[in-house]
C-alpha cells in the first residue's frame, strides 16, 4: 500500500521518475533494506532479543555517522562521546554471562548483518538529490517487494 500511495502522490505532486544516480542509490537502498530488516527479524526469531535489537539498532545508527564523519569531518566531542557510549553498550548487552538458561543462539551475526545492512540503506537514502522524495521511495519498495518475493520462493520458508 505504501508504494502505491508514494506513487500516486509522487505522480500528482508532479515527480519526476529517478534517473542515473537517484536510481542507483534507491536500488542499492532497497537491497540494503530488505536484507538488514529480514535479518533483524532472523535474528529475533532465532536468537535473543535483549541482543540482537540493541546491537542492529546501534549500528544502524553508527554507519551513517562515521559515514558522515568521513565526508564531513568529525562532529562535536559530545556526538563522540555518544557515539562510543553506545558502542561499549553493544559490547556489555552482547557479553553472556556463564549462567545462562536460555540454550538459544545469542544472534549477533544476524543483528551485525541487519545493524551493517539498515545502517547502509540510511547511507544511501541521504544520497538522494532531493528533486523528488516520493518517487525514490517507490523505487526502494518496488527493489524490496522484488527481492523478498524471490526470496520466499526460492527458500521457499513458512510464511510464519
Same mark, same amino acid.
Given at each position: #500500500? ?75 566531542? #559530545? ?37 551493517? #545492512? ?43
Amino acid at each position: #500500500m505504501g508504494l502505491v500511495l508514494a506513487l500516486a502522490i509522487g505522480l500528482g505532486r508532479g515527480e519526476t521518475f529517478p534517473q542515473g544516480a537517484d536510481l542507483g542509490w534507491a536500488i542499492a537502498a532497497g537491497v540494503a533494506g530488505v536484507v538488514g530488516i529480514s535479518s533483524l527479524y532472523r535474528g529475533l526469531a532465532v536468537g535473543r532479543m535483549g541482543v540482537v535489537a540493541p546491537t542492529t539498532g546501534v549500528l544502524a545508527a553508527v554507519i551513517p555517522v562515521v559515514v558522515g564523519f568521513l565526508t564531513e569531518g568529525i562532529p562535536d566531542r #559530545m556526538v563522540v562521546v555518544g557515539i562510543v557510549v553506545a558502542l561499549l553498550a553493544v559490547v556489555l548487552v552482547t557479553r553472556a554471562p556463564a549462567h545462562v538458561d536460555d540454550d538459544r543462539p545469542s544472534g549477533i551475526w544476524w543483528a551485525l548483518l541487519g545493524g551493517t #545492512m539498515i545502517g547502509l540503506f540510511n547511507v544511501c537514502v541521504g544520497q538522494f538529490s532531493g528533486d523528488g522524495a516520493l518517487l525514490p521511495l517507490v523505487v526502494v519498495r518496488l527493489v524490496q517487494s522484488l527481492l523478498l518475493v524471490a526470496a520466499i520462493v526460492v527458500l521457499w520458508q513458512p510464511w510464519r
